[in-house]
């Protein structure tokens, strides 16, 4: 039995790369898994090639609000969240290059991806806290922070 087993897993910027290979790898092993992306068709194609133990929510990460709803969406469908892959990179408008970038871009507060703790099964939105997401998970997962 695999260590995922029966685990629900959210997997930011699922749409593509990294991130579809880890959505597509988790579910695989067992987990339910909950694909996010601003890429709506890639996180859909990747849904697809996943089959039953996934579904799409559209998230862009560098929101609260989308961290607030995707977690109290995750909570009454699936009733709990196991894990958090944190894949989505933020690097200017999608669909992005790395051309014309500057490192004062990615000074700007919107860019911030790390914003997202899970505490009693709520996004609270602050990486003040952030070890409180690590923690548990890691002890979830038998890893060590």
Known sequence: MSRVADKVVLVTGAGSGIGRASAKLLAAEGATVIVTDVNRAGGLETVQQIGGNARFEEQDTAKEADWQRIIDNIMVRE???????????????????????????????????????????????????????????????????
């Not at 958090?84 to 970038?101: M, Q, R």
């Not at 099964?121 to 890893?143: H, M, Q, T, W, Y």
């Open 79 to 145: 009733g709990r969240l196991n894990g958090l892959l944190n894949n989505a990179g933020i690097a200017g408008p999608f669909p992005s290059s790395f051309e014309g970038e500057s490192l004062s871009a990615s000074d700007r507060p919107e860019l911030t991806a790390a914003r997202i703790i899970v505490s009693g099964g709520r996004a609270v939105g602050s990486k003040e806290n952030f070890i409180a997401l690590v923690e548990p998970l890691a002890d979830a997962f038998g890893a060590a922070v």
